[in-house]
């Protein structure tokens, strides 16, 4: 049953809740993800991308603010010297700050040497933005971010390791602590939340 190499064929078949935890990790809001797999089955990887930016599309400022929170700032590249990551600290801290939230930008396109500067280039230069304008930017590198976890295979994996294991799983708790099932950057993926 596992013929997609996205595990699409598997997570089609999933309980409601193990498909919304699997999810959760992709992006945070509970709301996006019980979009998706309410609108199971989806036939190909395109259309549960397609379905992804519409239910990123049609959020709410509370869904943005959920998502957003549940993002987190991952470790510079390795080997990256250490005032890089002093400097990115120190940004991130005076980001969030300034608009109450993760910062999070797609570095698509990049290779792990150009991530770190990308990075710093992108939140220093997205610091003297208003709020309103962030909150745009911040949504779509959101939806980018989605996406390309959905795209390279996260969603197989947690698929898989959640067929590993035994114990039955959970309906989401609205109420869980902001930090359960936090989508991670995967290393995998030119796609960093700082």
């Given at each position: 049953m596992?013929?997609?190499?996205?595990?699409?064929?598997r997570f089609n078949t999933l309980p409601a809740a193990e498909a919304e935890r699997a999810l959760l990790t992709c992006c945070g809001s509970l709301h996006w993800t019980r979009r998706l797999a309410a609108h199971r089955p989806y036939p190909d990887l395109g259309a549960l991308l397609a379905a992804a930016d519409e239910a990123v599309y049609d959020f709410v400022p509370a869904d943005l603010d959920e998502a957003l929170s549940r993002e987190t700032l991952p470790l510079p590249p390795h080997g990256s010297y250490s005032v890089a990551h002093t400097a990115l600290g120190a940004a991130h801290s005076a980001y969030e700050s300034r608009f109450g939230h993760a910062f999070v930008i797609c570095l698509d396109g990049y290779g792990p040497d150009e991530a770190l500067d990308q990075l710093l280039?992108?939140?220093?230069?997205r610091l003297g933005n208003d709020p309103e304008e962030e909150r745009v930017l911040s949504?779509?590198?959101?939806?980018r971010?989605?996406?390309g976890r959905l795209a390279r295979g996260r969603l197989a994996r947690l698929v898989r390791s959640l067929d590993a294991r035994t114990e039955p799983q959970e309906a989401i708790d609205p109420q869980e602590p902001a930090d359960s099932g936090r989508p991670d950057s995967a290393s995998d993926s030119p796609y960093v939340a700082v």
């Open positions: 596992q013929s997609s190499p996205h595990g699409l064929s280039a992108g939140i220093r230069s949504w779509d590198e959101l939806r971010l989605a996406r």
